[in-house]
């Protein structure tokens, strides 16, 4: 198992897909925001992708997370969407737990659209 990042791993990596300059973002300052349709088709793609929480492991009751929040301008796009189960989501969301260190780069080459 790898070693979990620190916090102030977490928060750079946070800030760092928050930046305008992110692969995550759109150029211009309005986020990707999906019609319904879109948006379940990209939690399917998410689901299918991750397979489990990529916090826990668990494969029961998975939840689109956002890494940058939607309130914080985060795009809803594979490179910002990860599965998490809904206890793991709520403790992410409260900046209890961190990103597990594979994410960054495994969400590199992830499309900005679907």
Not at 62 to 67: F, V, Y
Not at 80 to 107: G, Q, S, W
Request: proline share 7%.
């Amino acid at each position: 198992m790898s070693k979990q990042p620190t916090a102030a791993q977490s928060r750079m990596y946070r800030q760092k897909m928050s930046s305008p300059n992110s692969i995550s973002r759109r150029t211009t300052s309005k986020r990707l925001k999906l019609s319904p349709a879109k948006y379940r088709k990209l939690c399917e793609y998410v689901y299918a992708r991750d397979k489990w929480c990529l916090f826990c492991g668990s494969p029961n009751n998975l939840t689109p997370a956002h890494i940058v929040g939607r309130g914080q301008g985060g795009d809803d796009s594979p490179r910002n969407v990860v599965a998490a189960c809904i206890r793991c989501h709520k403790l992410f969301d409260a900046y209890a737990i961190e990103l597990p260190d594979n994410v960054a780069e495994m969400l590199e080459n992830e499309p900005i659209q679907l």
